[in-house]
């Protein structure tokens, strides 16, 4: 499900990389004027609120059971975490949190590419921890936090994981690179001092067709601080 | 993916009271996902049991360690009591898929994980395995398929974990209204039959798999788990051997090896373990067992490289448990 046109225009490019949108040199990014022409992201959660007084009482119930929630078919009001951010979405059950995420939210920085767990393109964090976004359902998050690639910049400076993937131009088409991002920058929060043997290990579920491993990993120990081994590939 | 009801269980018995009505029990989803995206499957109905704190933990008992269903690959792989005593769990959990997986996916999962033959992923083809009339490998793609018990459906036993504790001789705890049963691993598993060719475990539709039990290990026990694939990760393997050794000094008193991508179902190599009882573990007691283990092959049309390649994953996973070799740089993981 990975959306068309994804090798152009501002908002690619800037979602990738993490800075927020509307801050590229263009003030209207490809994507923005997608938004702008449908639902914006910033309406989502009051539609949600309206929707939710419509709500059938019926979505909800616990059959005298207080071990049991039986929720859907049909779409129902689901809080998610994202970023520091509570947002309140009203999705199907079978929502994948990639999909709540990049379509009901906007946040397209995270990628769906193989939608089957096998490249980790979607990868976010929940509760520091890097999952698959798109083999994770939204309603079962809870009240986990949830990690995105436009959360790694802070207060509009860039993540120095991020300055060094740009430094080393540790991406080519990039698509990967939001999933590359969230695998080390997870590492660096568990282990900030990591060998080149984890940088491997961390990035072991990530695929890169465009094969750009050795550069992902000497940004990853630059921006860890740590000098590089002798034979990064 | 088809619309489904979300059934979300805090405790067991609510969960065992969901089971009905083709409802599918769902807890880190990678697998039960997985065939819904591919509309191998449509429950009406996903029991979620991932807010069963009942399920969860690593418990060392007096008679061994008992593990939650709801333990993650990822938490099996790093937990030092498994690395250190059971060593063939944690290779086996560590090394398998993909460290976003291994974060999500359960032990109870990868257990209860359907078999990964591309004819059986796919909507596209009705096969024997899925209640069907005919199996598609047999003249068609079967390059990653069985080489032992390939007469009814030649798919290969997804789990890695499941080859780890039938080495180590563990049970299986299923929990149903009526109550609580133990089987073991090396019974859980069903080969495909010609009248039951969709029966893959033996657990009956209104249990839940709650618990793994493995027995403590004797002293001077040595574990190893290795897989070999076409990538270095996130692959199922092609070939991968689960090798336990009791050894007093250097000479072997049991061992059990163990195959996975061999046959539909766990297998032990009963001969193969055979030859290493009362010797030294050597290179060639190695080599011996590993080619043991090959006896009865029936390869089909395009994989008879796995009657050379496992013998090679089993010799330096015997190796590797007893200490006589690290772990091989080509293995996958």
Same mark, same amino acid.
């Given at each position: ?6 090798f152009?225009?501002d908002g690619?490019?800037?979602a990738t990389?993490?800075v927020?949108?509307g ?12 938004r702008?022409?449908g ?16 709500? #059938? ?8 059971n207080?071990h049991?929630r ?6 129902v009001?689901?809080t998610?975490?994202v970023?520091?951010t509570e947002?309140v979405?009203?999705? #199907? ?6 999909d ?7 946040m ?10 096998a ?16 083999m994770t359902?939204?309603?079962e998050v ?19 994981l991020?300055?060094?993937?740009v ?7 990039g ?12 590492l660096l ?6 060998t080149?043997?984890d ?5 072991s ?16 120990? #630059? ?5 590089p #081994?002798?034979?990064?590939? | 993916?088809?619309?489904?009801i979300?059934s979300?269980c ?6 065992l009271?969901? $089971? ?6 769902k807890?880190g989803?990678?697998?039960?996902l997985?065939? $819904? ?10 029991v979620?049991?991932?807010?069963i ?5 690593i418990?060392?008992t ?5 593990l939650?269903a709801l333990?993650?690959?990822?938490e ?21 898929a ?12 990868n ?5 990964h033959?591309w004819?059986?992923r796919s ?11 005919m199996?598609?490998?047999?003249d068609?793609?079967?390059q ?5 018990d390939t ?7 997804p789990?890695s974990t ?17 109550g ?17 060719p ?19 290990p004797a002293?001077?026990?040595r574990s190893a ?8 990760s ?10 336990v050794?009791?050894?007093?000094g ?8 163990v $195959? ?7 297998r032990l ?8 009882v009362?010797k030294?573990i ?7 067992a ?5 006896q009865?092959a029936t390869?089909?049309? $395009? ?10 994953a089993i010799?330096r ?5 007893a200490?006589?070799?690290?772990r091989?740089p080509?293995?996958?993981g």
């Amino acid at each position: 499900m990975a959306d068309n046109g994804q090798f152009t225009g501002d908002g690619e490019s800037s979602a990738t990389t993490g800075v927020p949108e509307g801050t590229a040199k263009s003030n209207i990014s490809r994507r923005g004027f997608l938004r702008g022409a449908g639902i914006t992201a910033a309406s989502t959660a009051l539609i949600d609120g309206v929707q939710l007084l419509h709500r #059938e009482a019926a979505a909800e119930t616990t059959k005298g059971n207080a071990h049991v929630r039986e929720l859907g078919p049909g779409p129902v009001p689901v809080t998610l975490n994202v970023n520091g951010t509570e947002h309140v979405v009203q999705i #199907e059950p079978r929502t994948t949190l990639a999909d709540a995420l990049r379509t009901h939210l906007g946040m397209t920085g995270t990628k769906v590419v193989c939608d089957h767990g096998a490249c980790s393109g979607c990868t976010v964090t929940l509760d520091k921890v890097p999952v698959n976004s798109c083999m994770t359902l939204a309603i079962e998050v809870g009240s986990r936090r949830i990690g995105t690639i436009e959360g790694i910049a802070q207060n509009g400076q860039l993540h120095p994981l991020q300055v060094a993937f740009v430094k080393h131009d540790a991406m080519q088409c990039g698509f990967c690179t939001p999933g590359m991002v969230m695998s080390c920058s997870a590492l660096l929060e568990r282990n900030p001092k990591p060998t080149l043997a984890d940088v491997k290990k961390a990035v072991s579920g990530n695929l890169c067709r465009c094969a750009t491993y050795p550069k992902v990993f000497a940004a990853t120990l #630059e921006a860890a601080g740590v000098a590089p #081994e002798k034979s990064i590939s | 993916m088809n619309k489904f009801i979300f059934s979300d269980c805090t405790s067991v018995d609510a969960a065992l009271s969901q $089971m009905t009505g083709g409802a599918v029990v769902k807890a880190g989803g990678v697998d039960v996902l997985d065939r $819904m995206k591919n509309g191998v499957i449509e429950p009406a109905k996903l029991v979620n049991i991932t807010n069963i704190p009942s399920l969860r933990g690593i418990h060392e008992t007096d008679t061994g360690v008992r593990l939650g269903a709801l333990v993650t690959l990822a938490e099996l792989g790093d937990h030092p009591l498994l690395q250190s005593q059971y060593t063939v769990l944690a290779d086996a959990a560590g090394h398998a898929a993909t460290p976003q997986i291994r974060n999500a996916a359960t032990l109870g999962g990868n257990l209860m994980q359907k078999v990964h033959c591309w004819y059986y992923r796919s909507s596209d083809f009705a096969c024997l395995r899925k209640g069907h009339d005919m199996c598609f490998a047999y003249d068609g793609l079967n390059q990653y398929h069985a080489i032992f018990d390939t007469n009814v459906c030649p798919s290969v036993a997804p789990s890695s974990t499941a080859v780890a504790l039938n080495a180590l001789n563990a049970s299986v705890e299923l929990t149903s209204t009526k109550g609580k049963r133990l089987v073991p691993v090396r019974e859980f598993y069903i080969k495909p039959d010609d009248k039951h060719p969709t029966m893959e475990t033996v657990i009956a539709p209104d249990e839940l798999l709650t618990a793994v039990l493995i027995p403590k290990p004797a002293a001077g026990t040595r574990s190893a788990y290795q897989k070999y694939g076409e990538k270095s990760s996130y692959d199922w393997a092609i070939a991968d051997a689960g090798v336990v050794l009791e050894m007093q000094g250097d000479v072997c008193r049991k061992a059990a090896i163990v $195959m996975g991508a061999a046959s539909p179902t766990p297998r032990l190599a009963v001969e193969a373990a055979a030859l290493l009882v009362g010797k030294p573990i050597t290179e060639e007691t190695a080599r011996a067992a590993g080619l043991a283990a090959m006896q009865g092959a029936t390869p089909l049309s $395009m994989n008879a490289y796995k009657v050379q390649l496992f013998p090679v994953a089993i010799y330096r996973t015997i190796l590797l448990a007893a200490g006589k070799m690290d772990r091989d740089p080509s293995a996958a993981g």
